[in-house]
């Protein structure tokens, strides 16, 4: 029988619970025995209820002491603290979780990065942890100081039920071990044959299309995340999940929405569980140590893993059989094929069986290809509909460069320069991972922007959170449009001015060591995809009245400054950003003149 979180996280901590009591009672019994002291029952059961406090603010008082003592020692300075009422850490820790289920990503932050500077200190419970939206902080946790920084015990524990000891929870050698076997799958020659893109982008636009004729709305979020579900479970795992069969979702106001065959796709029971786990992990983060208290009787993810193990099981088995009937041909017949056929999911499993690594490898891998790319495309396509020159130009480029009707090429995208510019503006306003965090192994200083100010003092085993999605938005490092949707910042002097002297405000893929391996394969797919569109659809609208109402923004933040009071849909984040509700729009279907080539001939 497995002990519930809580009761084990509560056996965990009760040492140092019981210990200081026991010390008391047994220092009082002694002292009456030795010196013939007479302790009143009174006395005793005081001071063993008030052993733990006391001693709590002893050791809080040294550990402050001595943080300031070895600040002050490597001429540092600390890091300001944020001030919240009595008592700090509760207060804090439910503002976190407020935002997290109610609010605008990264709300509280900004009120706090208003305050305190871009860096700055929250008290949760049982946990001091650093906030850091400056650039160079973020770089010296990804790149320069690298080795000071891992994902640490606490987050480990916190991921471990959903994503175990894949490539996103670990550090180390295993992390090296993952690190090592995905690299060679994402090389130029593998990501850029685009024939598994083609398949499943025409299967996609075709099903689009179809609904859009019948009169209903599609919801776009939903319709990428099957097409890079598909893509991505061929390209790396050899095994198409074809979740574009299950058909795409009705709105809400249809008689036809949610019916028992399309609920219970496996694809859908799949990603149903795989959304609800990314959640409750994202609550776990904002709970930080104390999450198992949360969850006391019941590990409130392990259900929901336990659903994608069994949609992953029968991908994994198919590649440890053809691992098994491999082994009976010849070594001259399997060489002719191993370099072009074997996959990424052949190649783990030619160098472990272990079941547990490789369910906990694929479910990482699905988190990076599904939703990363998914993430961006729904975004990408928010921006089109908001935006209609900017659809209008980007499609026009589209049509001198490829044509259309066409399939693009690995060169016709390297030269279509706005629509990498569009797909970057969109991971720069809505980055598809907005926080992250590392936990330093030892002591550091991180240097200060402050004219005349000492570095800042980093303490060891302290989690230090960045976000991105607020540092993409800084006035003082983007310009006074910052806030504003606009591709030609990548393309124009802006980007001389802000980006190519200080690169590290713009970390849509992480960076450093450990910078995300696909990061072209995305721009690919994500190009791929959005060539088809345009071939295919020259118009773009939200469909608001198909958007569930629970999910639609507050009417309260029409009135608030920013994308905030802009934004007509409700952008969530879990593990990844995403629009509550799905996004529904509607597509206006190209006419053959439209798709033909633009003559640019005078």
Request: hydrophobic share 40%; aromatic share 12%.
């Amino acid at each position: 029988m497995e002990v519930p979180p809580g009761i084990l996280y509560l056996s965990q901590i009760s040492p140092a619970i019981i210990l200081p009591s026991v010390a008391a009672y047994g220092f009082l019994n002694l002292s009456s025995r030795w010196f013939n002291l007479q302790v009143p029952n009174w006395f005793l059961v005081l001071a063993m209820l008030t052993a733990k406090p006391i001693l709590w603010l002893i050791s809080t008082n040294y550990r402050d002491w001595k943080t300031k003592w070895d600040a002050r020692s490597q001429g540092a300075s600390l890091i300001p603290v944020v001030k919240v009422r009595w008592p700090q850490a509760w207060f804090t820790t439910k503002a976190l979780v407020h935002n997290f289920r109610y609010g605008y990503p990264g709300d509280r932050f900004f009120e706090w990065q208003e305050a305190y500077g871009n860096t700055f200190c929250l008290n949760l419970l049982l946990e001091n942890r650093i906030f850091t939206f400056e650039p160079d902080h973020i770089k010296a946790i990804l790149a320069t100081q690298f080795d000071n920084f891992e994902k640490g015990p606490v987050s480990f524990s916190q991921f471990h039920s959903l994503l175990g000891t894949g490539v996103f929870n670990s550090d180390g050698e295993m992390w090296k071990f993952h690190r090592t076997m995905t690299r060679p799958f994402f090389s130029k020659e593998r990501i850029s044959h685009f024939d598994v893109f083609d398949r499943h982008a025409d299967d996609a636009i075709s099903q689009a299309k179809t609904r859009l004729a019948d009169g209903y709305p599609i919801d776009f979020q939903d319709l990428v995340a099957r097409f890079t579900l598909d893509s991505a479970t061929e390209f790396l795992f050899g095994n198409d999940v074809q979740s574009l069969s299950a058909g795409l979702p009705y709105p809400y106001t249809s008689s036809l929405s949610n019916s028992t065959a399309f609920v219970n796709h496996p694809s859908n029971v799949f990603v149903t569980a795989f959304l609800a786990g990314q959640d409750q992990v994202s609550l776990r983060a904002r709970y930080g140590p104390s999450w198992p208290l949360m969850e006391f009787w019941k590990d409130k993810i392990k259900p929901h893993r336990a659903v994608i193990d069994k949609f992953i099981d029968p991908i994994l088995n198919k590649a440890l059989e053809k691992k098994k009937s491999n082994t009976t041909v010849t070594s001259k017949d399997s060489k002719t094929t191993e370099s072009e056929a074997e996959t990424l999911l052949d190649h783990l499993v030619n160098h472990t069986e272990d079941n547990r690594i490789l369910k906990d490898e694929l479910t990482n891998l699905l988190v990076a290809a599904r939703d990363t790319t998914a993430s961006t495309l729904t975004f990408a396509l928010y921006m089109l509909s908001e935006n209609p020159e900017i659809a209008k130009r980007l499609r026009q480029e589209v049509l001198e460069k490829v044509g259309g009707h066409r399939r693009p090429s690995y060169d016709d995208m390297r030269e279509m320069k706005y629509l990498r510019a569009f797909i970057n503006e969109t991971l720069r306003l809505y980055p598809p991972v907005p926080f992250d965090g590392r936990t330093s192994k030892k002591s550091t200083v991180w240097t200060s922007k402050a004219p005349g100010s000492k570095p800042l003092y980093v303490p060891a085993q302290t989690k230090c959170s960045y976000g991105v999605f607020l540092m993409h938005r800084r006035t003082d490092l983007w310009g006074p449009d910052a806030l504003k949707f606009d591709p030609d910042r990548f393309l124009d002097e802006r980007l001389h001015k802000y980006l190519t002297p200080n690169p590290y405000i713009f970390v849509p893929f992480n960076a450093g060591p450990r910078i995300c391996l696909g990061q072209q394969f995305a721009y690919h797919e994500s190009s791929f995809f959005l060539v088809r569109l345009l071939q295919s659809f020259s118009a773009f609208s939200l469909a608001t009245d198909a958007q569930p109402p629970s999910t639609r923004p507050p009417a309260t933040w029409s009135s608030c400054a920013g994308t905030k009071g802009r934004d007509k849909v409700w952008p969530g984040t879990h593990l990844t950003m995403y629009v509550k509700g799905g996004l529904w729009v509607r597509m206006e279907e190209a006419t053959v003149v439209d798709s033909d080539p633009i003559d640019t001939t005078i």
